[in-house]
């Protein structure tokens, strides 16, 4: 498959941390990745402007010496609770070759709703098939909220 580039040695040694809870800090992340290896950098997204400015968006990027340690800390970090919520951990690239790939059924509502710069589009602009797919995907989730937390009526 012809990633267009996006892909390099570096994205392999890299993982994007999703689903953080707002008090997760930037200590703290490294705190709970650097027992899997040598941390080199690490990137902690805020919003930089809007009524959340200076809030963090709920995801980072941490980057590792080497693809054995980013593939550790990936599966001993995935799924795991921070604060109550479970941590999305993948590496990188798995990310950008599945934006690349245009495979709307495996995407989540952040995802669907981002602006696809990939596809030559950089409208913004979500397609009929995408829009659906972030319906779905909203309803998978509250759907699966309620199952945890049966106290959540709907009003």
């Given at each position: 498959m012809d990633t267009g580039g996006f892909v390099d040695e570096k994205s392999e040694n890299r993982l994007y941390v999703g689903n953080l809870d707002l008090?997760?800090?930037e200590a703290a992340l490294i705190k709970m990745f650097s027992?899997?290896?040598?941390?080199?950098?690490?990137?902690?997204?805020?919003?930089?402007?809007?009524?959340?400015k200076g809030e963090p968006r709920g995801y980072a990027f941490i980057q590792f010496s080497c693809k054995e340690e980013a593939e550790l800390a990936?599966?001993?970090?995935?799924?795991?609770?921070?604060?109550g919520r479970p941590l999305v951990v993948?590496?990188?690239?798995?990310?950008?070759?599945?934006?690349?790939?245009h495979d709307h059924s495996k995407r989540?509502?952040?995802?669907?709703?981002?602006?696809?710069?990939?596809n030559g589009s950089?409208?913004?602009?979500?397609?009929?098939?995408?829009?659906?797919?972030?319906?779905?995907?909203k309803l998978k989730a509250l759907e699966?909220?309620?199952?945890?937390?049966?106290?959540k009526q709907k009003r």
């Open positions: 008090r997760i800090n027992p899997y290896g040598k941390i080199i950098s690490e990137d902690f997204l805020w919003h930089t402007r809007g009524p959340k990936k599966e001993k970090m995935h799924g795991r609770l921070a604060c993948r590496l990188a690239s798995e990310k950008q070759l599945e934006d690349i790939s989540s509502l952040p995802e669907a709703n981002r602006t696809r710069f990939v950089s409208s913004g602009q979500m397609s009929r098939d995408e829009k659906v797919a972030a319906i779905k995907n699966e909220d309620e199952k945890r937390d049966p106290k």
